[in-house]
């Protein structure tokens, strides 16, 4: 995956990663999920010295705290049970280039303060060993959490965060990069259909794009990313706009209830024996009826609307809620005008 964006505040940081990829010194990179942490590692890397070295990536909270720092620094045969020979860590991996370490708030205590040793003297010391290692590796970390407050908590060494933080570069969430939303979902869009072999880029239809900018992205590119590509693979026609879009992959008329949610009454009877339920007085009223073709109108609108309200307007899903194919429902909906209320 590329680094693309536009906007100040993305910009801001990659400058200040390419400014400090030349420096070998260590580098804190601090962003929510899904921001590109690791794509800015890379960045550096590449940009360094140390571009023909090796990147090691370790995730620190990928691992039991009883092996990160045998991962990390490697062991000796019969260091502890199922240690049936020796073994080099990260950072002898890394020699020569640089380690990644990601999800570094989760480091245990103990594997800290052999970090600090490693980043101050250049060298490790493998469990079951008293030699010491020497490594010429440069530290990149990453974590999602305020560092300097861990540290106020006890839960972080302030020695240690003094030297990572030579620089510290902050990635900036999604929602503070609304110009560059069109760019990135333009971009994995035309991957997509570049993957699906599509003829052209029909690109998205202008209520599409609108719901792709109002969006509030928790799990900002990385979940951009997974909307785009779903909602492009998911469109049956590829010479047309993009119009449907979907944030919630789970989201379904039928999706499980939970043991401790509230199952609503209506949900207990079968789903063929659903029955919309209009409220107030209407031309279809059986008893009062004085035009069929009106009546029967309305009551269709009527059913077309409350089965996209319960279906928080995906087509899709709607559509097989009243058992109808997709095509169908588009159709009934651009006769009773229906279309331009969904994309409100």
């Given at each position: 995956m590329q680094l693309v964006?536009?906007?100040?505040?993305?910009?801001?940081?990659?400058?200040?990663?390419?400014?400090?990829?030349?420096?070998?010194?260590?580098?804190?990179?601090?962003?929510?999920?899904?921001?590109?942490?690791?794509?800015?590692?890379?960045?550096?890397?590449?940009?360094?010295?140390?571009?023909?070295?090796?990147?090691?990536?370790?995730?620190?909270?990928?691992?039991?705290?009883?092996?990160?720092?045998?991962?990390?620094?490697?062991?000796?045969?019969?260091a502890f049970t199922g240690a049936t020979k020796a073994r080099a860590g990260r950072f002898e991996e890394a020699d020569g280039g640089t380690l990644f370490l990601d999800e570094l708030a989760t480091l245990s205590q103990g594997a800290q303060e052999r970090l600090l040793r490693a980043v101050e003297y250049g060298e490790v010391n493998r469990i079951g060993s008293s030699k010491p290692v020497q490594v010429d590796v440069r530290i990149v970390a990453a974590t999602n959490e305020h560092l300097p407050k861990l540290v106020e908590q006890g839960r972080f060494r302030a020695d240690l965060l003094d030297r990572l933080c030579f620089e510290v570069i902050t990635l900036p969430p999604l929602r503070h990069r609304i110009s560059d939303i069109p760019i990135l979902a333009e971009h994995f869009g035309r991957r997509m259909a570049l993957e699906l072999e599509w003829e052209r880029w029909p690109g998205f239809s202008n209520p599409a794009s609108t719901k792709l900018l109002n969006y509030s992205w928790p799990g900002n590119v990385r979940e951009l990313r997974n909307v785009v590509e779903r909602a492009v693979y998911r469109w049956a026609d590829a010479h047309s706009p993009i119009e449907d879009i979907q944030f919630d992959p789970f989201e379904s008329p039928w999706r499980p209830i939970a043991a401790n949610e509230n199952r609503p009454a209506e949900a207990a009877q079968p789903q063929s024996q659903s029955v919309v339920q209009i409220q107030g007085p209407s031309a279809y009223?059986?008893?009062?009826?004085?035009?069929?073709?009106?009546?029967?109108?309305?009551?269709?609108?009527?059913?077309?609307?409350?089965?996209?309200?319960?279906?928080?307007?995906?087509?899709?899903?709607?559509?097989?809620?009243?058992?109808?194919?997709?095509?169908?429902?588009?159709?009934?909906?651009?006769?009773?005008?229906?279309m331009a209320q969904e994309s409100k």
């Open positions: 964006g536009q906007s100040s505040s993305f910009l801001d940081a990659i400058e200040r990663a390419s400014r400090a990829a030349p420096l070998d010194r260590p580098v804190l990179v601090i962003g929510e999920r899904g921001t590109g942490k690791e794509l800015v590692a890379e960045r550096l890397h590449r940009l360094s010295s140390r571009w023909d070295g090796p990147l090691v990536t370790m995730n620190c909270a990928a691992l039991p705290e009883t092996l990160i720092e045998a991962e990390l620094f490697g062991h000796e045969a019969g009223d059986p008893s009062g009826c004085a035009d069929f073709r009106l009546a029967v109108a309305e009551y269709e609108k009527a059913i077309l609307s409350a089965a996209l309200e319960r279906c928080r307007w995906n087509q899709r899903a709607a559509a097989a809620a009243l058992q109808l194919s997709y095509d169908q429902l588009r159709h009934a909906l651009k006769r009773h005008d229906l």
